[in-house]
């Protein structure tokens, strides 16, 4: 049994046949436990004999040393005969390692999707099962993603803040925040954009995009009512909590909502950050979630349907986790339950809006040890202006300088000269001078004079106004811009991902023609009759080949790469023919040039059918047949026998009217023959 909510939980037990499970609650364990659940946060604190609160607001953040277990922890150390750790890719290495070595005779069992190479090393790369996500989606236990693309001129390629140009100035160091005229043009890069300039213009046009094509090229199925009350269930990743905050204000703008439930942020200062992921879950009219990582691992929102990227994720694992939140499967009353107006979850959309999924991801190796304390730059003044002045702090200050000095404009420069009596670039270059020539005494403690270090750094050391603004100047400006200006470049499904689809949908179909009997039938182009039971295995075959090669998905991805030639479905009878199997493999062997559903013309070729048979077709027989049409349309050839299965009365008025069952199964041939095949028996 496991619990899985908001952080890291690892599941403990005794071997019993029947378990009695506890989550750690409080300072000792109930004597009757088989399991126990904890985070591993809770269960330090346990092991030092601290008090622990009946509630999930463990500590956020890891710890910045390694932990020190106490001298005699609160369980001895064989306590435990397994440990199970959910989420293994993280928080098991480092810092944490000790809590779980310390329970030395316990076996580790470890659960991720995103085993990296330090986690199969943790474990002596002893893999027990490997449950890929295309072995997932066959098995249904998952649906897959299509990706749409949004592009601006200001997400690819950045843009300039103009002389004169009015922009809001907030000082990171300080808070302060004020409006000011920029005093010399400047530019930005994307990687700068909303981090140390926010333009407006940019989250505004790419949640306008996202709003008018929402129902009309993602979910432009007919059965789907467009309603913006509605909006399929949206979760946002943004770049920091003031990006975030950002595009839940502009959101409201956008979809023209005064109401706080329709948008909401979901980050460690939104509140309680479980009742608020509940609620995003379940809620009918929270329809938009933005978070930056808290919901990125972990979290089930099976009614999910759109995952937007407004941020992009260097990180392989962390990619996959955050790309994997859309992808849980939902009953289809389940999900209409929370959106009303859906009918079913085929897959989700990953709309990328900042090229995330159009670089190669990487995985940043996970150091085995523990980390040790940095110093803040703060701290590092501190120390110096009270005469500790070893080598390592000389070489830190005069990077810091030189790289400020590079950052800063004019005004700013002068400013430093102004307060600390002295030129940021030439302080930066006597002090790599001095260390490179060696000229100076060695540093000892602060109780010596070190006269030479303190004259080196005095500027700093004797000016607290120099060390504050050095402060201000390494934290930065957030710059934003009022409104600012950004332009679409493009919008669309992605041209390269369906290319790929259509061209191994292709080359499966040329492998496997003559080894799947559906397959074989349609490249030999004879007019043998193609069954439902023959579709199905056709069907299957496809889905176990290449998670891509649903129909629905081929569909959508032959329209992509050539939409005047594909009819896109308007009914769900359309979209759900299993007949269109019969047309994207026709089309794949170039046998027809036009790609449109069975059943938007079978009511057209069963008058021709009947002009064709009027002098050998009674109104008894017209009036029986008819009723067969949609069947044959949506799901392939059948005989009488097929029929019988379904509906014996039925098979037996076909036999009446056409007076005996052979006559009656070569009707069906013929009516197959012309609706499906669109060809005279």
């Keep these: 049994m496991f619990l899985i909510i908001r952080k890291i939980y690892l599941l403990l037990y005794r071997t019993h046949v029947i378990f009695t499970v506890n989550r750690l609650r409080s300072s000792s364990i109930p004597s ?11 269960l330090f604190s346990f092991l030092k004999g601290e008090t622990i609160e009946d509630n999930d607001d463990d500590d956020e953040n890891d710890p910045v040393e390694e932990v020190t277990l106490p001298p005699n922890p609160n369980l001895p150390h064989d306590y435990f005969d397994m440990i199970i750790i959910d989420e293994c890719h993280r928080s098991i290495y480092g810092n944490w390692r000790k809590v779980l070595e310390y329970f030395d005779t316990a076996r580790l069992v470890g659960l991720t999707a995103t085993p990296i190479e330090e986690t199969k090393k943790f474990f002596n790369y002893n893999i027990i099962v490997n449950y890929t996500l295309e072995k997932s989606i066959v098995d249904g236990v998952n649906v897959d993603c299509r ?13 300039a803040i103009l002389e004169g140009e009015r922009v809001k100035e907030e000082t990171r160091y300080t808070g302060e925040v004020k409006t000011v005229s920029n005093k010399e043009t400047k530019t930005y890069t994307n990687k700068e954009l909303n981090r140390s300039v926010i333009n407006p213009a940019q989250i505004k046009l790419i949640l306008s995009t996202y709003r008018d094509v929402v129902y009309t090229e993602l979910f432009n199925d007919p059965q789907r009512e467009p309603n913006m009350d509605y909006l399929p269930k949206t979760l946002i990743f943004a770049l920091n909590e003031a990006h975030a905050t950002n595009i839940v204000q502009i959101a409201k703008e956008v979809f023209g909502r005064t109401d706080d439930r329709f948008v909401q942020k979901i980050t460690y200062s939104a509140g309680d950050s479980n009742e608020l992921i509940r609620q995003f879950r379940n809620d009918k009219d929270f329809r938009i979630a933005v978070t930056c990582t808290l919901v990125a691992t972990g979290t089930d929102v099976k009614p999910l349907e759109v995952v937007m990227f407004m941020r992009d994720v260097e990180s392989l694992p962390l990619y996959i986790q955050m790309k994997g939140r859309g992808v849980r499967t939902i009953g289809d009353e389940q999900l209409r339950n929370v959106t009303p107006n859906a009918f079913s979850k085929d897959c989700f959309y990953l709309v990328d809006a900042v090229g995330v999924t159009e670089h190669a991801q990487t995985v940043a190796p996970i150091d085995d040890g523990p980390t040790t304390k940095t110093i803040t730059l703060k701290e590092l ?10 080598d390592e702090y000389l070489k830190r200050l005069a990077a810091t300088l030189a790289r400020i000095y590079n950052k800063a404009d004019d005004s700013q420069r002068k400013d430093f000269v102004r307060l600390s009596h002295d030129d940021m670039k030439e302080l930066s270059v006597r002090i790599y001078d001095a260390l490179e020539r060696g000229i100076l005494p060695l540093f000892v403690s602060t109780d010596e004079p070190n006269n030479e270090r303190k004259g080196l750094v005095a500027p700093l050391a004797n000016h607290a106004d120099a060390r504050k603004y050095l402060l201000i100047l390494a934290a930065g400006f957030v710059n934003t811009l009022m409104p600012g200006e950004d332009t679409l470049i493009s919008k669309g499904f992605s041209i390269e991902e369906a290319k790929n689809t259509t061209e191994a949908f292709e080359d499966f179909c040329k492998k496997y023609y003559d080894e799947i009997e559906a397959l074989r039938i349609i490249y030999n182009n004879e007019g043998e009759p193609i069954t439902y039971s023959m579709l199905k295995d056709l069907e299957n075959r496809l889905k176990m080949a290449n998670n891509h090669f649903t129909s629905k998905q081929l569909w959508n991805s032959y329209a992509i790469v050539n939409p005047k030639a594909v009819r896109r479905s308007t009914t769900k009878e359309e979209s759900d023919a299993l007949t269109n199997i019969i047309q994207l493999v026709r089309f794949a062997f170039h046998q027809i040039e ?6 938007t013309t079978s009511k057209q070729f069963f008058n021709l059918w009947l002009g064709q048979n009027q002098r050998e077709i009674t109104d008894k027989q017209r009036e029986v047949i008819s009723r067969i049409v949609d069947y044959i349309a949506s799901n392939g050839a059948c005989t009488i026998r097929d029929i019988r299965e379904d509906d014996a009365t039925h098979a037996a008025q076909m036999i009446r009217a056409f007076g005996n069952m052979q006559k009656a199964d070569e009707a069906l041939h013929s009516l197959y023959t012309f609706v499906v095949l669109r060809k005279a028996a």
Excluded at 32 to 42: E, G, M
Excluded at 383 to 388: A, D, E, L, P
Excluded at 594 to 599: A, C, E, G, N, Y
Aim: overall charge positive.
């Design 147 to 159: 990706v749409y693309r949004i592009k601006t001129q200001v997400t690819e390629t950045g843009g």
């Design 381 to 390: 003044l501190e120390r110096i202006s009270h005469g500790y002045i070893p």
């Design 32 to 42: 009757d436990s088989n399991v126990v659940i904890s985070t591993i946060q809770r």
């Design 594 to 599: 036009r790609l449109d559903s069975i059943v």
